[in-house]
C-alpha cells in the first residue's frame, strides 16, 4: 500500500479517487463501515480507494498538554487499510493552517485542486474546517459545485449504542479488553521496540520485553494475559505488567510482556502485544519473593485464558 502525504502532490494515477476522510484512530467497526463503503463505491466504479487519517491528531493541536490517547500507531493504521483492501492512505498532517481553513476552502483547495477526488465517504457525525463548520451537507453541496459525490455512513449499533473511539478508550481504562476486542474487531495491541531495562525481571525469574508506552492511551494499570508478535511472524503467549512496578524504586512506566516458553533476544526489535484479559491491580509487595509467588500464580491464570489462541 502506498503511504501519501498532503504535503506532496498526489501521483496522477491517484486522481479520481474515492476518499474515506476521518480520523479513523483504532480502526473500529464504525470506522470499517466509512472505509468498507469508500472501496466497495471504488471497486464499482474502476476508480482507486484512499483512506485518509491526521497525524497529529486534532485534539493534539488543540489541546497539546491532552494526555495519551491514541489507539493505533501510523504503521498500524496502514496494515490495517490496506487488510481492508485500500490502494492507498493519506496522511493529513494537521496544523494552524489546516486547522483555520473554513470548510468551503478545504473543499476547493484540498479535495478539488490538491487530490483531484471523485467521491467522499465520511460518518454522519464527522465535521472539519475552521469552527467545525463543515459537515457531510457541506461537503454534499459545496463538493458538488466542484463534481465531487459524497456520501455519510451512520452510527454501527454494538449493544445499541454507537462504536466509537471514545467507548474504547472507556473499556480499556476499566481494564475490560473484551469490550474493547469486541469493538475493535481485534485486541487492543500496543507496537513498539524493546527497550533494555534494569533486567529485575530476568534476575527473579521472569523477564520481561519493556516497551515504552509513547502516545498510546494507557490502558488500567495491572497484569494482563497477552500474545506477542514477534519478528518473523511467531506468536507466544504471555503475562505483562502495565504500570510503574510499584515494588521496585524509581517508579517507571513501562508495558512489560513476560512471554512464555521464550528465551530470544528481543532488544531494540519491534514487537506488538496484545491485550486480552485484565488479571487484577497492580501491587506493592512486602517481598520478592511474594511478588514471584503472585507472578507464578498471575502467569498460570494467563496460560489457562490463552490456551485456545495460539
Not at 501521483?11 to 480520523?23: E, S
Not at 474504547?168 to 479488553?177: N, V
Not at 525481571?201 to 519493556?210: E, K, L, S, Y
Request: aromatic fraction near 8%; charged fraction near 25%; hydrophobic fraction near 40%.
Amino acid at each position: 500500500m502506498i503511504r501519501l502525504d498532503n504535503r506532496e502532490p498526489v501521483p496522477d494515477a491517484l486522481r479520481g479517487a474515492i476518499l474515506a476522510l476521518g480520523n479513523f484512530d483504532g480502526f473500529h467497526l464504525g470506522h470499517q463501515a466509512v472505509v468498507g463503503e469508500a472501496i466497495r463505491w471504488a471497486r464499482t466504479t474502476g476508480r482507486k480507494a484512499i483512506v485518509a487519517t491526521f497525524d497529529p491528531h486534532p485534539v493534539r493541536h488543540f489541546q497539546p498538554d491532552a494526555e495519551p490517547f491514541r489507539l493505533t500507531t501510523l504503521d498500524q493504521r496502514q496494515e490495517l487499510f490496506a487488510k481492508a483492501g485500500a490502494d492507498a492512505m493519506l496522511v493529513f498532517h494537521f496544523d494552524g493552517a489546516m486547522a483555520g481553513m473554513p470548510a468551503t476552502e478545504w473543499i476547493e483547495k484540498i479535495l478539488s485542486a490538491q487530490l483531484g477526488v471523485a467521491g467522499v465517504v465520511t460518518g454522519d457525525d464527522f465535521t472539519f474546517g475552521k469552527a467545525r463548520s463543515g459537515n457531510p451537507g457541506v461537503l454534499r453541496d459545496v463538493g458538488g459545485e466542484f463534481g465531487i459525490e459524497s456520501r455519510a455512513v451512520g452510527a454501527v449499533l454494538d449493544q445499541g449504542e454507537p462504536v466509537s473511539s471514545s467507548r474504547i478508550r472507556d473499556a480499556l481504562t476499566s481494564g475490560d479488553c473484551e469490550t474493547a476486542a469486541r469493538l475493535l474487531t481485534r485486541p487492543f495491541a500496543i507496537r513498539g521496540h524493546v527497550q533494555h531495562g534494569d533486567k529485575r525481571g530476568r534476575v527473579i525469574g521472569f523477564p520481561t520485553a519493556n516497551l515504552d508506552m509513547a502516545n498510546y492511551l494507557r490502558p488500567r494499570y495491572g497484569i494482563y494475559a497477552v500474545t506477542g508478535h514477534l519478528p518473523g511472524g511467531r506468536v507466544v503467549m504471555g503475562a505483562a505488567n502495565m504500570g510503574i512496578r510499584p515494588t521496585f524504586d524509581p517508579p517507571k512506566e513501562l508495558l512489560e510482556p513476560h512471554f512464555f516458553d521464550f528465551s530470544g533476544d528481543l532488544y531494540d526489535q519491534e514487537i506488538e502485544v496484545a491485550f486480552h484479559h485484565y488479571l487484577r491491580g497492580e501491587a506493592k509487595f512486602d517481598s520478592i519473593d511474594a511478588l514471584k509467588a503472585q507472578m507464578a500464580l498471575d502467569c498460570d491464570r494467563a496460560r489457562e485464558l490463552l490456551a485456545n489462541l495460539v
